[in-house]
């Protein structure tokens, strides 16, 4: 089952704007973790926040926690065409047998408009 | 180095066939997981094995299983295949069982008649 969801399930933005997507979860973490996806292909790692941490920022990436609403969001700015993807977040936790387990979101579908 | 590698890289399947995916982790790392990906949803996890050991596995039946081989390469195995069975299936590796970071492969697409 997926651990939350996404916020909104697609954007269209303008080249140059900037995209915001948010995310929810359901339980506790041991970190947050976002991910872009190229036409139903593998999933590239952008960016990971861990638990006691507020906000992170990676080139035009900006993402921020909050664990007291269970809530994350990630900021693209100055988005290019290059960015249309679907993104997804995923929450690290614990499984059975000490596995490293993601649980993933259902996604946003962004598109950016040249 | 190259990443992570699957094969192959689309396969049509009737019910009640049988299919293996493999998967190549990248140079050096002990452990590979594995997810499937229904369309239009996000990824779940199905298996993760390190040191040729399962570590962890997801809400999938028993038809789903899996071995990691002496060079950590994976094969996941998917027995009476079914409809819903129709998915992206994707492998991905790490250093270590329990590291944060995963990297992904570009997926096996099965198609289920």
């Known amino acids: 089952s997926q651990q939350g969801e996404e916020d909104p399930q697609a954007l269209s933005i303008q080249e140059g704007e900037n995209a915001t997507m948010n995310c929810s979860y359901k339980t506790s973490i041991n970190n947050l973790q976002w991910y872009r996806q190229n036409s139903g292909r593998g999933l590239v790692h952008l960016i990971l926040?861990?638990?006691?941490?507020r906000e992170k920022h990676s080139g035009r990436l900006r993402v921020t926690l909050d664990t007291s609403k269970k809530s994350s969001s990630l900021l693209i700015t100055a988005s290019r065409a290059a960015d249309t993807a679907s993104y997804f977040c995923?929450?690290?936790?614990?499984?059975?047998?000490?596995?490293?387990?993601?649980?993933f979101g259902s996604g946003t579908q962004l598109t950016v408009l040249p | 180095d190259a990443g992570v590698t699957q094969s192959p890289t689309h396969l049509i399947k009737t019910r009640g066939q049988q299919v293996t995916l493999r998967c190549s982790p990248i140079?050096?790392?002990?452990?590979v997981s594995w997810y499937q990906q229904v369309l239009g949803q996000g990824p779940q996890f199905i298996f993760q094995?390190?040191?040729?050991?399962?570590?962890g596995r997801g809400n999938f039946p028993d038809r789903f299983s899996a071995r990691q081989f002496p060079n950590y390469s994976s094969e996941l195995n998917v027995n009476a295949l079914l409809l819903g069975d129709s998915a992206l299936y994707l492998c991905?590796?790490?250093?270590?069982?329990?590291?944060?970071?995963?990297?992904f492969g570009p997926g096996t697409r099965l198609l289920v008649l």
């Open positions: 926040i861990r638990s006691n941490e």
């Open positions: 991905a590796s790490s250093l270590l069982a329990n590291q944060e970071t995963q990297y």
């Open positions: 094995y390190y040191e040729k050991e399962e570590r």
């Open positions: 140079s050096g790392h002990k452990s």
């Open positions: 995923a929450t690290d936790g614990i499984s059975s047998g000490s596995a490293r387990q993601l649980t």
